[in-house]
């Protein structure tokens, strides 16, 4: 939350005091950050002086995100200054605005409807103040009458139409996370060779609220040791596959739908020979590769240093970790020299 980060509180949780005392510094607007304030000798009504504050957080949905505080100090620019500044006073508003009606003439007038929209009425000593944060919309671009607006430099503008061009032609991706989770470690023996079992989950999470992804699956690849089934049987089910003698293990259709906010999890066993362990001081190396049918691949890479005893805390075994990296952020030569170099050109 915005007012979290300029506020140090949820906006559910702004008073007075945290206004007043936000105002005592200047403060300058800025492409997140919008001040109205409000004056009695305005002869408008409540309605007309409502477009300015929807025209800004139509502005806010697409371009960052931001938040606007309306009952703010007056603003002005002082001399040799390009930026107005707002400081002092809180400018107390006499009308008294519920959530449920500015949400209304919000979605009556911005089309399309979003959400995750955030209102706060402020009971002033006199009168009101409203605070108000948007989210940067993930169904841009919105308008306002028939136009849009985008935030620069501090100011809301009527949007160009290359701007306008480029969010109707973005892509969005479902943001896809995953992670590996140390579960269990055990000395076993396994035909006859002492033999470590290390318990592995996998957890994928879908963050984007208005995006289903599908057909998730995921490559799990280990520095040492194989993967539980290689010996098993276990290849040749038909979502389930190794590689390189059981170091690699993959998992297609994990789940065909993965709605917002869902966890999938899976639990899986490596097996690490105790020679192997003793050979590397018991360091090992995760790689978790995961996709699905409309995310690109990302990779979450850890390092662990196993030890001999078994502890409750196995977090302490993870030395090192790089989790939800894109693929794309780690390639480091052109597609073009990668073709060349398969092909031998």
């Not at 408008?44 to 025209?55: A, C, G, R, V, W």
């Not at 209304?104 to 399309?112: C, E, V, Y």
């Not at 990302?298 to 030395?319: C, F, G, M, Q, R």
Request: hydrophobic content about 35%; charged content about 25%; aromatic content about 12%.
């Amino acid at each position: 939350m915005l007012t979290q980060t300029f506020l140090n509180k949820s906006i559910d949780d702004i008073t007075e005091e945290d206004l007043t005392n936000f105002f005592i510094e200047e403060r300058e607007e800025s492409t997140q950050l919008e001040y109205k304030s409000f004056s009695a000798l305005d002869e408008s009504n409540i309605n007309e002086k409502m477009f300015p504050i929807l025209k800004t957080i139509c502005a806010f949905l697409n371009s960052e995100g931001g938040m606007l505080i309306w009952g703010a100090p007056l603003g002005h620019t002082p001399e040799g200054r390009k930026e107005k500044i707002f400081v002092g006073e809180l400018t107390s508003i006499p009308d008294q605005i519920e959530k449920d009606t500015f949400i209304s003439k919000f979605s009556n007038r911005i089309t399309p409807i979003p959400s995750g929209l955030l209102f706060k009425k402020v009971n002033l000593s006199s009168g009101f103040a409203y605070v108000i944060e948007a989210s940067k919309s993930e169904i841009s671009p919105h308008q306002l009458k028939d136009k849009f607006y985008m935030r620069l430099d501090g100011q809301t503008r009527e949007a160009p139409y290359h701007y306008i061009e480029a969010l109707f032609k973005k892509v969005r991706y479902p943001n896809l996370t995953g992670f590996v989770k140390l579960m269990s470690w055990k000395l076993n023996t396994i035909q006859g060779v002492p033999t470590y079992t290390l318990g592995l989950q996998f957890f994928f999470f879908n963050l984007s609220k208005l995006q289903n992804d599908y057909n998730i699956s995921y490559r799990v690849m280990s520095s040492h040791g194989q993967f539980h089934g290689w010996n098993f049987g276990l290849q040749t089910q038909h979502n389930l596959s190794f590689e390189e003698n059981g170091a690699i293990l993959s998992v297609q259709n994990l789940k065909e739908v993965i709605h917002y906010g869902e966890m999938l999890h899976e639990s899986r066993i490596l097996h690490i020979p105790e020679s192997t362990l003793e050979a590397t001081d018991w360091h090992i190396e995760l790689f978790l590769y995961f996709g699905a049918k409309n995310s690109p691949m990302k990779v979450s890479t850890y390092k662990l240093h196993l030890k001999n005893n078994i502890t409750a805390d196995y977090n302490e075994w993870i030395e090192d970790y790089e989790e939800n990296v894109l693929m794309s952020d780690l390639v480091t030569i052109s597609d073009e020299e990668k073709i060349r170099n398969i092909l031998g050109r």
